[in-house]
């Protein structure tokens, strides 16, 4: 499910659970569209880098795409905004200071040993790859992410990943990751395994004291949080899931 912010200027995401609450709701999703608003660009939801995709594989779908941050994004050296919908929390008061610790990914969601993450996405790289200075690559070419991190947590103190190591921690137990999205420009499904990390085991006795966390980020430029991509870059998204033990 889907709504504007507070301000209207852009949308946010939520999923909604009938045994969660009087109201069901449960706000697990979070983008940096908060953080785009701060620049200006941005004039109506359809503007921003995370926006509703009308329709989607089933029902309403997401849409990414990498933005131009402008005069403001320049100056800052964040001449780009990719467009993502993660798992987390995103602070926007520390995105322009601090932008890969704005991104918080992970919520204490896991209710099993995780074994496939899958959904429905296609994608269409933008014409031209620059890096943080706007120097143009033209031999680089975009490419979009798409994973899933299921990684330790100590319950009473839950410290997220973020930004610069969400896939690198060594609290990471496991990942699920689409290697090589390819350009489907049709909707193309993937499932994709939990792979082990070494060293790593799932333990039924962390997850039964909550131990665990799960991460689901997706972003229409691969290097968006280091803002290099390629402005117009689009990744449509819908349907993802996680395949827990025991559902099949």
Known sequence: DFRLDASGRYYTWFERDTLDGDDGERPCWASGNGGYAITGMGKNPADFPTSVLTPGYRGNGVRLVTRS???????AKKPIAAGNLFIGEFITGIAMSKPLRATRFGLQLVGGRPLYFEGYYTYTPGDLYTDENQVPHPEVRDTCSIYSV?????????VPLY????????????????ADPGEPT??????????????????????????????????????????RG????????????IVWEGEE
């Open 150 to 158: 299921l990684y330790e947590v100590e319950p009473d103190n839950v």
């Open 186 to 227: 049709e909707w193309t499904h993937f499932r994709l395994p939990f792979v082990m990390q070494p060293g790593k085991t799932f333990s039924e006795e962390r997850l039964r004291r909550d131990g665990y966390a799960i991460a689901i980020v997706a972003s229409a430029s691969q290097d968006g949080d280091y803002f």
């Open 69 to 75: 941050t402008g005069s403001f994004g320049a100056m």
């Open 163 to 178: 930004g610069d190591d969400v896939l690198t921690s060594p609290r990471i137990v496991a990942v699920a990751r689409l």
């Open 230 to 241: 390629a402005v117009g870059s689009e990744l449509c998204i819908d349907e993802l899931r």
